[in-house]
């Protein structure tokens, strides 16, 4: 039996994530974890009286660092599968179970809730910069992969035991890229399934940075691809869209020794 648990980094979210719980709430999960990432607006005060569990981070440590440390809380209780949800609204709550109707036949890849739907409601400088980080991190995985940047996801918990995830000083927005890239290494594979483009063109400003996160995930999948000597399998698999290898144990590789799984 799957037991499905929501993760919610959230910084300076009070505006938006009652109503994203609520509507969580409603779907069919064991628990939603939030993770107060440090927020200064009452982001916690806000859903307080509901019934899930909020994490606080005293100081603002980042997008994934908070991500991590949710995921380590539901692992602990036991989560087969981690769903990962912004707290902004770009992302439709009720599109989980449309997602979650994959792991049967999937049980081991991580799905992504595609931004293909619509794609013409986000500006094009948006969808050029979506598209660009899809070429390389398709490279470096070895597949080719739709909206890599969608923070829209559902995670298999085995997939913690066999990649690295110790905390990184910078473990903001590139973490997300660099999961995927290491989980392809192991054999979980991803696989996009495609939702609507939800874009508010009042919401409040992106937390990305636009100049030092896309460095940040650049320098990550440049130092990725010189440890494959620039893979040239993997840029030809992505760029002629090959599927991936049939996922199997024989396709999935131990732990490097000294390296750490995302354990309880």
Known sequence: MNRLWVVIPAYNEAVSIR???LRVLEQPIERLVVVDDGSADGTAAAIADLPLTCLTN???????ASLLRGM???LAAGATHIVSLD????HRPEDIPRLAARIQQHPDRILIAARLLNREQAPPLRRFANAFADFWISWACGQAIRDTQSGFRIYPSRLFERIDTRPKPDAGFAFES??????AWQGHFTLAIPIETLYHPHARPSHYRAYEDTASIVRMVAAKLAQRHFYPLGLWRSLMRRP???QGNA???PLDEGREGLRP
Not at 58 to 64: A, E, L, Q
Not at 178 to 183: K, P, Q, R, S, V
Request: proline fraction near 10%; charged fraction near 30%; include cysteine.
């Open 87 to 90: 707290a902004d609204g770009q």
């Open 19 to 21: 109503d994203i719980c």
């Open 72 to 74: 380590r809380h539901a």
């Open 244 to 246: 991936p290898p049939e």
């Open 58 to 64: 005293p100081v603002n440590r980042g997008k994934g």
């Open 251 to 253: 396709d999935l590789q």
């Open 178 to 183: 660099e999961i995927l890239i290491d989980a």
